[in-house]
């Protein structure tokens, strides 16, 4: 039977955190053990749609795949491959911007977003628009079934299935229309309590802190003034998040845990946090330690070989059903 395969992927910017391990990554190493095919695109395209710097991406590059591996994602069942190596992807960009307009990229909410956030306003690149164009190439080209993201990428997954249609309708049917796989709404927010976990807002574990940077974190994590430690997302969203951080770092539920710690204090309670959050990491850090810069370069270069090889094969379709392959002359 055909192996059902998914593609997704993340920008490098950075070490990865518990937010993106319990928003995303455990479910591609889920989807991997099920037997699926991954295709995981590292992006670095996207990293200077909204930024110039570009010293570090080198370094984030091999960073990210050595936290894919560490977390159990299996170069022997997933590609990892960077996307500025896979020259098809600029190639079919191209001929996919004949295809949309420019009002439906304005409209699309999560560039909206992006804008807003990073105050771009009038100073919107055009990369920065196009840049859904560009990542419905990365899909495109690799035949997914289906692309497991967070909500904010549905509209960008939206145009690369309206693409594909359009592509096909016009042409010739090339194309895979590919299905979504919303995961689940990750709830982590970050130590501070207020927002999401994230490494610009320096409220993050990530998968790489060594113990005592864990502790170091714990004890400075926000609380309130309420001295009872108990469940309730809307009266106390900040102890309900370290609550839901500690069920899903320990396996138990909230309400074992409310239990034991209702009345123990939070200095207590963040301890005992910071050792299921030390003891969860563990095995992840042990694989990371054992993983030399070499075996992580050869993963990235394999895979990216594997990838440029297969997204050939669909390139070559696209071109030949827009009769720009010009096998008579070349
Ligand atoms: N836009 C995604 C993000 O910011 C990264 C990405 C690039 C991606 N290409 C992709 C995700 C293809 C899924 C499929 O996280």
Redesign the pocket.
């Known amino acids: 039977m055909h192996k059902k395969r998914f ?5 490098p910017t950075g070490p990865l955190h518990l937010g993106h391990y319990f928003g995303s990554l455990q479910n591609r190493v889920n989807l991997q053990n099920e037997g699926c095919e991954g295709f995981v ?1 590292i ?1 670095d ?2 990293v200077i749609t909204d930024r110039l710097e570009t010293e570090s991406i080198e370094k984030n590059i091999l960073e990210l795949t050595r936290d894919y591996l560490s977390v159990g994602i299996d170069p022997a069942q997933s590609t990892i491959f960077v ?1 500025s190596k896979i020259p098809q992807i600029p190639e079919l960009t191209v001929l996919f911007s004949m295809l949309v307009t420019i009002p439906q990229l304005e409209r699309n909410p ?1 560039i909206k977003e992006e804008v807003k956030a990073m105050g771009l306003k009038d100073k919107m690149s055009l990369g920065m628009l196009s ?2 164009v ?2 419905a190439a ?2 495109l080209l690799f035949a ?1 079934d289906f ?4 909500i ?2 549905a509209p ?2 939206e145009l ?1 299935r309206e693409i594909a249609s359009r592509f096909n309708r016009q042409f010739a049917s090339v194309f895979k229309v590919p299905e979504i796989m919303l995961s689940p709404q990750s709830r982590l927010l970050g130590l501070d309590g207020f927002q999401k976990m994230s490494k610009s807002r320096g409220n993050a574990v990530f998968l790489s802190d060594a113990p005592d940077v864990i502790r170091e974190k714990l004890k400075k994590a926000t609380t309130d003034s309420e001295p009872e430690i108990y469940f309730d997302e809307e009266k106390r969203p900040v102890v309900s998040n370290l609550l839901t951080l500690f069920s899903l770092t320990s396996q138990r539920t909230v309400d074992d845990l409310v239990q034991e710690f209702r009345t123990v204090g939070f200095k207590t309670f963040k301890e005992a946090l910071g050792e299921s959050i030390i003891e969860f990491l563990q095995p992840i850090q042990a694989r990371r330690h054992d993983l030399s810069d070499k075996a992580i370069k050869k993963v990235i270069i394999e895979g990216t070989e594997k990838a440029r090889a297969e997204a050939e094969l669909l390139m070559q379709k696209a071109r030949e059903a827009m009769h720009m392959g010009y096998t008579g002359i070349f």
């Open positions: 593609l997704t992927g993340d920008r695109i992006a395209y996207q996307q999560t840049y859904p560009s990542q990365d899909i997914p692309i497991p993201v967070g904010d990428q960008h997954i690369t």
